[in-house]
């Protein structure tokens, strides 16, 4: 037994290393794509980057779905939501105080947290269905359709300047914009690959692990598999506060919450409908909507995630994964 559990352990590693390096490979490429077209570093953030790095959450709660592993799939998603915010939104704020501007106050924010109530409420018959499935990502049309307004809207002049620096860096004009397109695009094409490959061996280790140690798959979901498929957000956001750009930090983070509820969790109950953990019902969707909520009050006071915010946020979620833990 402890031969099989190592190897699943050296799987489980392996699997999230790819991961990781499929998510950072798709998000640099798509990221930079996005900037050669002249999109918007705040719409940047909130659809493609938040997009790119939750791709590995995907493919981990879909292969997982297929396999039978409702448990992990549905966790995973929850679970990388929860972190998300307590974790990785709540280390950016420790390192830097982080800006927020009202519109992320009066749209984007409701629009996170609205997913995550409405997941609360279809989860609680125990059952995300296919219909239920569909219903949330036409919920992921609306909210892409609003970043597309955004676009028709245009950008602040200190976003324009910020833009024009970005697609100069993304673009290394020195090389050719053509070439910078096709290096690119080979990134998006090689993560994406990446992303399939690590999952399969991600979703194999962790199954092998809970079913053999006595784990239940809804444990090794919220923990070990939602911390390293959200490693790709936490690369990102540490690189964003090195660079001083807090908007892409709040951005990716609401961004992909969003993403994870309406798009990851969609497409997984229209494929497979998606059974509800009991324990889930009644402790990690509520918990999910804590977060959201306690986030408001937050950015409200001084439009700003202060950094005793942050500290909050992380004692809060250090709590949370120790009841996860010791109650399982």
């Known amino acids: ?75 995973n998603i929850v679970g990388s939501s929860i972190f998300n915010i307590g974790a990785i939104l709540a280390l950016a704020a420790v390192l830097t105080v982080i800006q927020v501007q009202r519109q992320t106050i009066r749209v984007e924010y409701p629009i996170m947290f609205a997913a995550a109530v409405i997941v609360l409420l279809l989860a609680r018959d125990g059952m995300v269905d296919r219909l239920e499935g569909v219903g949330l990502l036409v919920g992921l049309v609306l909210f892409i359709a609003y970043t597309v307004y ?20 993304a ?17 998006v094409a090689v993560g994406l690959a990446a992303l399939v490959g690590g999952a399969d061996l991600s979703v ?29 957000e936490l690369a990102t956001c540490v690189m964003a506060t090195r660079r001083r750009e807090p908007d892409i930090v709040l951005g990716n983070v609401i961004g992909s919450n969003v993403f994870n509820l ?17 324990v889930a019902r009644a402790v990690d969707n509520w918990v999910l909507v804590a977060f959201s909520a306690v986030l408001f ?32």
């Not at 194999?204 to 790709?232: C, D, H, K, N, Y």
């Not at 309406?262 to 009991?278: C, D, K, R, S």
């Open 171 to 187: 673009g290394h004009l020195k090389n050719g914009a053509l070439r910078a397109w096709g290096i690119n695009v080979a990134l």
């Open 150 to 169: 955004l676009v028709s809207r245009g950008v602040p002049l200190t976003e324009a300047a910020a833009l024009e620096r970005d697609v100069k860096r």
């Open 204 to 232: 194999m280790g962790s199954v092998t692990i809970a079913r053999t140690l006595g784990i239940e798959e809804r444990v090794i979901g919220l923990t070990v598999i939602a911390m390293g498929t959200s490693l790709p």
């Open 1 to 75: 037994m402890i031969q099989q559990v190592g190897l699943a352990v050296l799987q489980l590693g392996i699997g999230l290393a790819i991961l990781f390096a499929g998510g950072e490979a798709l998000v640099r490429g798509a990221t930079a794509v996005a900037l050669l077209a002249r999109i918007s570093t705040t719409v940047v953030a909130l659809t493609v980057v938040a997009m790119g790095t939750s791709l590995p959450e995907l493919a981990v709660s879909v292969d997982a779905a297929a396999r039978g592993s409702t448990d992990i799939a549905y966790s």
């Open 262 to 278: 309406f798009a990851i969790l969609g497409v997984t109950a229209a494929v497979f409908p998606v059974p509800v953990h009991p």
């Open 297 to 328: 009050p937050m950015m409200w006071w001084g439009h700003k995630i202060s950094r005793r915010d942050g500290i909050v946020l992380l004692v809060g979620f250090t709590v949370y994964i120790a009841w996860v833990v010791v109650a399982r």
